[in-house]
């Protein structure tokens, strides 16, 4: 995975977070073969997971938060995030990023390239080998 995606993704978290929500946090899990970065909420309205990658505008659930991101350069340009993902992604030679959502939370997940997706092993099991 790219540091920049990854970063792009934990700022976009930080400015969709719904605050108010009593499981709010940022969740991030890693794994052997991808990284999950979770939000408690659901995608605006205007935006689907099949369209979320396509250009649209910002919705962010903390402006405020958003906007003091923006003015510190951690938030490049509003609603250009996923895009830059992607190219991140697609620099460093693994995957484009893909999302998730049931409602309740939003999802993007990271894999990566390379495993050996055949494996009698089970990437959802951790192991400290």
């Known amino acids: 995975m790219h540091f920049e995606a990854l970063r792009e993704a934990l700022t976009n978290a930080l400015c969709h977070r719904q605050l108010d929500s009593p499981s709010g946090s940022v969740g991030i899990a890693v794994f052997d073969d991808r990284v999950e970065i979770e939000n408690a909420g659901h995608l605006p309205n205007e935006l689907t997971v ?3 990658k396509l250009p ?6 903390n402006p405020i938060i958003a906007n003091a991101l923006y003015m510190t350069a ?3 340009s509003w609603g250009t995030g996923v895009s830059r993902m992607v190219d991140a992604c697609k620099a460093a030679g693994v995957p484009e990023p893909t999302y998730g959502t049931d409602g309740l939370f939003v999802w993007i997940t990271f894999k990566r390239s390379g495993l050996d997706t055949n494996s009698d092993t089970n990437p959802d099991t951790y192991s400290d080998t």
Do not use: M, N
């Not at 649209?56 to 659930?61: A, T, W």
């Open 50 to 52: 099949e369209t979320i």
């Open 56 to 61: 649209h505008r910002s919705y962010p659930q």
């Open 74 to 76: 951690y938030l490049e």
